[in-house]
């Protein structure tokens, strides 16, 4: 099962963090299968490559909450619900 996470960079106390697609059983610092966004908290921006983030919501990743909270923000959901009324 594949999830989107955030994945920790930077130095000591000014972490930034990639969003990327990883599989579940991968640890944080793992490899990822893509990186798809990037969030930095102490500036508040995100960068987000939003057909690569909806190619995998549709194929089924899950993101975490704290992933799911920055993607609801970004309003990816509702593109998402956008693309699967247009295909059915």
């Avoid at 960079?9 to 798809?36: M, P």
Wanted: charged residues 30%; contains cysteine; hydrophobic residues 35%.
């Amino acid at each position: 099962m594949v999830k989107l996470r955030l994945k920790r960079c930077g130095r000591k106390q000014r972490a930034v963090y990639r969003i990327v697609a990883i599989d579940v059983r991968s640890r944080r610092e793992g490899r990822d299968l893509r990186k798809v966004g990037f969030y930095d908290p102490i500036n508040n921006q995100t960068y987000l490559n939003v057909p690569a983030i909806l190619y995998f919501l549709e194929k089924g990743a899950q993101p975490t909450g704290t992933v799911h909270d920055i993607l609801k923000k970004a309003g990816v959901f509702t593109e998402l619900s956008l693309n699967q009324t247009k295909f059915n």
